[in-house]
């Protein structure tokens, strides 16, 4: 279990920093700050509001994942492997929006997208894979 739980760690731990990349190359205007602030409100319109409802089907869905009896099949039948698979498909349900939306944040300038991001980060404090959840989850 200890090799599952450091992938997993390792997995979490990328996509924070991969965000903490894109803030940094934006920050320091290594990348164009506002790309897409070029008054194409609809285009604007139509990430913010795929973004919005993806972040808010993916929290629920990521903290209860393990509470469908689809998925407690197979972590019962496969154990650790079953369990390392759901669990990273459960952090990928978090980071992959929360990558997405800090991207978006610098390239439309809508704060929206910010404050999407921040709910995905808090939301995975949720799911760090300790060495109690991890065993709780078996």
């Known amino acids: 279990m200890n090799k599952y739980r450091f992938w997993l760690t390792t997995e979490i731990t990328v996509a924070v920093f ?16 506002g790309a897409l602030c070029n008054g194409n409100k609809e285009q604007e319109f ?5 973004l919005q409802i993806l972040t808010i089907c993916n929290i629920p869905l990521a903290l209860r994942l393990f509470k469908f009896e689809g998925i407690k099949k197979i972590i019962n039948t496969k154990r650790e492997k079953g ?9 990928s349900l978090l980071t992959l929006p929360m990558i997405a939306n800090i991207i978006c944040y610098y390239l439309y300038m809508n704060v929206a997208f910010l404050y999407l991001t921040i709910i995905l980060a808090i939301s995975l404090v949720f799911i760090i894979p300790t060495k109690d959840r991890c065993d709780s989850e078996l």
């Open 18 to 33: 991969i965000v903490l990349i894109v803030i940094g190359l934006y920050e320091t205007n290594i990348l164009l700050v």
């Open 46 to 50: 139509i990430v913010t509001t795929i």
């Open 83 to 91: 369990h390392f698979h759901m669990a990273s498909l459960r952090m």
